[in-house]
């Protein structure tokens, strides 16, 4: 993980540090990781989330995510049980299928913190979605060969929109091509 060097100040939920050589990061003070999940429905649409997000000045187009390990007396939670609860709370669904696709890190020169993302499939709904505590989550459906399209015209409204959703289209298409059956000629 990292040099936490000198805790410069420590505030509810992120640690501001200052290494031996100067380099200033964040890092959260209370989750162990962070996870998102690459939904898909049974007719091929990838659920995305849309919420207002203050450091940016407004919304996102995000995959489902959130943190593990951040709810008081669950700080060991597995990241498998973080993405299964945090797809149920921002969305609404469950998942009989998952895949983790890989861990990397959220901004290098920023923070210590890790995202791995998750495979869902074979979906159920089993409630509203929306999110907790204030989160005013919207959730959208879009035709997984039109998110790059849809993506873009979303930026051209004015929301940002996070890679994570195209690094794991490119990541859940590389296992899906592996377990298709193959013509060879």
Avoid at 174 to 181: E, K, M, R
Wanted: charged content about 25%.
């Amino acid at each position: 993980m990292s040099d936490e060097g000198e805790l410069i100040h420590r505030g509810k939920f992120l640690s501001y540090h200052r290494t031996d050589a100067g380099w200033e990061y964040v890092s959260r003070s209370n989750a162990k990781g962070c996870v998102a999940i690459l939904a898909v429905t049974d007719d091929k649409r990838v659920i995305l989330t849309e919420q207002y997000r203050p450091p940016m000045g407004q919304t996102v187009i995000e995959l489902p995510a959130g943190l593990a390990g951040d709810i008081p007396l669950q700080e060991d939670e597995p990241l498998l049980s973080a993405a299964r609860r945090e797809l149920k709370e921002e969305t609404g669904y469950e998942a009989k299928n998952w895949t983790s696709l890989g861990e990397g890190t959220s901004s290098a020169g920023l923070t210590d913190e890790t995202s791995t993302i998750f495979y869902a499939t074979g979906l159920t709904k089993m409630g509203g979605g929306g999110g907790v505590g204030g989160e005013q989550i919207k959730v959208h459906y879009v035709a997984m060969m039109d998110v790059p399209k849809w993506c873009n015209d979303r930026r051209r409204e004015g929301c940002y929109v996070d890679f994570k959703i195209f690094a794991a289209l490119y990541l859940a298409k590389s296992i899906d091509q592996s377990t298709q059956p193959r013509l060879w000629y």
